[in-house]
Structure formats: C-alpha cells, structure tokens
C-alpha cells in the first residue's frame, strides 16, 4: 500500500464495525454531554466547583453507558472490564478482532494516560509497530485481518474556541508501548468512507446488473421482431 493509499486499519475496522454503531454514538453525543451537565449542574448537593470537577467523569460514564446500548443494538459483543487495581471499571466493545474503549479526554488527538491496564490492553498492537511509514500504515489488509485483537480508543469530548463550544470524536490505535497513536480518525470523517463505500459497492452492483446475459428465447423474441 502506497503513502497516499487508504489507510489499511481504517478499511478493516469498516468492514467490521456496522456503520449504524458509529451513527448512533454521534447522534448521541450531545445529548450524552446535556445529560451530563443537568445532572451535574442539577444536584442541589453540590455547588459549582464540585459539578465542574464531576462533569468530566460523568460525561465518561454516560458515554460508556450509550457503548453498551449502541452494541447491544447493532449486534456487537460488550464487557465490563476493571483496571489491574480494580479501583476503576471501563466497558470494552468486541467487534472482529477490534477491541474499543471509551475515553473522555480534554482535547482532539489528547495520548490517554498510562497505566497497566491500558498497557497490556495495548499490547497485542506490538504487530503494527514495524508497519508504520510517515504516519501510514503500510501492512497489507490480509494481515491485519491475521491479527487475534487490535485495540483502539474512541475519544471524546469537548473544545472551545473563540468562545464557542464544539463537540469532537474520534477513533485512535495505540502502539504497543503506549508511547503514541499510530492511526486517528475522526468519526465524521468514517461515516464519510462508510458513505463512499456504500455507493461503491451500488455502482458496482448495477454494472454487474447489466452485464447479464439475456435469455435465450428472449435473445429469438428480440431477431423475430428486429
């Protein structure tokens, strides 16, 4: 695969993961993050210092909630895993060999923190560390479909920028040693390949449609009229 090719992992991951998954978790962000706030914002036990430092951590759990019922509705496997120390529980979608987990983090692109959990998560992507050119993977798909688990973070949070909040998700794969993301993508832009994927495989469709060899008896109803 050439540098300016598809991304290999990004081809996999759409052939594996349903495209109403990914729809579903942007179309419920915002209200995941309204959901949040009311019921941060809403506790009369709490003042403002304590909803603003909950908020984050609420926006997490409400999230990872939202991944269990978007698997359980397109058909994906879920667990409720715990960190190595178990003081902290997270929820971990299978889908193929791809293992997803959620991560509120404070901007795009943002590494989510070491820590050995993560890091043995992280390291059954020890097969894309000598894979990656320019940012690029360059691993043929086939084996990339070889491999028994691949991790990968869905990202999610908030930024603000000349006063106006936004709203960001993304996909990132860790490498093995989670010192760095070796791929990232935005869900808007999936939900675009899915997009062009589907009119692919329509356009492909229709041409193998008329390429079909016509009857034979209609083949002589056609010379006896001509």
């Given at each position: 695969?050439?540098?300016?090719?598809?991304?290999?992992?990004?081809?996999?991951?759409?052939?594996?993961?349903?495209?109403?998954?990914?729809?579903?978790?942007?179309?419920?962000?915002?209200?995941?993050?309204?959901?949040?706030?009311?019921?941060?914002?809403?506790?009369?036990?709490?003042?403002?210092?304590?909803?603003?430092?909950?908020?984050?951590?609420?926006?997490?759990?409400?999230?990872?909630?939202?991944?269990?019922?978007?698997?359980?509705?397109?058909?994906?496997?879920?667990?409720?895993?715990?960190?190595?120390?178990?003081?902290?529980?997270?929820?971990?979608?299978s889908a193929g060999s791809f293992r997803l987990t959620g991560h509120r983090?404070?901007c795009p692109g943002y590494f989510v923190r070491r820590c050995v959990s993560?890091?043995?998560?992280?390291?059954?992507?020890?097969?894309?560390?000598?894979?990656?050119?320019?940012?690029?993977?360059?691993?043929?798909?086939?084996?990339?479909?070889?491999?028994?688990?691949?991790?990968?973070?869905?990202?999610?949070?908030?930024?603000?920028?000349?006063?106006?909040?936004?709203?960001?998700?993304?996909?990132?794969?860790?490498?093995?040693?989670?010192?760095?993301?070796?791929?990232?993508?935005?869900?808007?832009?999936?939900?675009q390949a899915y997009l062009a994927d589907a009119r692919k495989q329509k356009?492909?469709?229709?041409?193998?449609?008329?390429?079909?060899?016509?009857?034979?008896?209609?083949?002589?109803?056609?010379?006896?009229?001509?």
């Amino acid at each position: 695969m050439t540098k300016d090719g598809p991304d290999s992992l990004q081809v996999l991951f759409r052939k594996t993961v349903p495209v109403g998954f990914i729809d579903y978790l942007l179309r419920r962000q915002q209200w995941i993050y309204e959901e949040a706030k009311q019921n941060c914002y809403g506790n009369s036990l709490w003042s403002e210092a304590e909803a603003r430092s909950m908020l984050g951590d609420t926006e997490r759990a409400i999230f990872e909630h939202e991944m269990r019922k978007g698997a359980e509705k397109f058909g994906l496997k879920w667990e409720n895993a715990s960190h190595a120390g178990d003081n902290f529980n997270y929820v971990r979608i299978s889908a193929g060999s791809f293992r997803l987990t959620g991560h509120r983090v404070p901007c795009p692109g943002y590494f989510v923190r070491r820590c050995v959990s993560r890091q043995q998560n992280a390291a059954v992507n020890r097969f894309m560390d000598g894979y990656v050119l320019d940012g690029a993977l360059s691993v043929p798909l086939p084996k990339l479909e070889a491999a028994s688990a691949i991790n990968v973070y869905a990202l999610h949070g908030t930024t603000v920028i000349d006063g106006k909040e936004s709203q960001f998700l993304e996909l990132a794969a860790p490498d093995s040693e989670l010192e760095g993301y070796h791929w990232k993508c935005g869900f808007l832009d999936l939900r675009q390949a899915y997009l062009a994927d589907a009119r692919k495989q329509k356009t492909s469709s229709n041409v193998e449609d008329k390429a079909q060899p016509k009857p034979r008896k209609q083949r002589r109803e056609e010379a006896k009229n001509e």
